[in-house]
């Protein structure tokens, strides 16, 4: 339950950085593709970890990855990645590491080709198999729990409990 009375999903409830990332972002529609990477990279991340530890980490993450600038991450090099790899302040996983500067480059493709990384992903909204299925073509590190992990998050499936102040209003 927030401070106000209303619910949150059971997930949120009881850590003030989960709650707040569940309010202000979790399920809500996100259309700048600089978000769009971090999103899909920190959910990369978290693979096999707790969502709790890439939240509390998020804010090493964007300062590690230029700030998700999509262009500036594809650049990366065998330095980048070295330097990376002595960053306590992130998960340090080379194969992630990698995916994470492969992806950006997919992504600048995927901007060559449809304008926007925005306009790619929404214009397949509820076709989430499909989403899925172009997303393991195009990217590294990311299959079915990742990629629909991140349609949560960028807010293409609002997976909020019923009872949710978020579904409620």
Request: glycine share 6%.
């Amino acid at each position: 339950m927030t401070d106000d009375g209303r619910f949150r999903c059971f997930w949120a409830a009881s850590d003030p950085l989960m709650a707040k990332y569940h309010d202000e972002d979790w399920a809500v529609p996100c259309h700048e593709d600089a978000a769009l990477f971090e999103r899909l990279t920190l959910e990369a991340f978290q693979s096999g970890l707790a969502w709790r530890t890439i939240l509390y980490k998020r804010e090493a993450f964007v300062r590690a990855f230029e700030g998700f600038d999509i262009e500036k991450v594809a650049s990366f090099n065998e330095t980048d990645i070295e330097r990376l790899l002595q960053d306590s302040s992130i998960v340090r996983h080379r194969k992630k590491i990698e995916a994470t500067i492969y992806n950006a480059g997919a992504i600048l493709d995927i901007q060559g080709e449809h304008g926007s990384f925005d306009r790619f992903l929404w214009a397949m909204a509820g076709q989430n198999e499909e989403v899925c299925r172009d997303f393991r073509r195009r990217f590294r590190f990311v299959g079915p729990t990742v990629c629909y992990s991140f349609l949560e998050s960028v807010g293409m499936v609002n997976d909020h409990e019923p009872t949710c102040w978020r579904v409620t209003g």
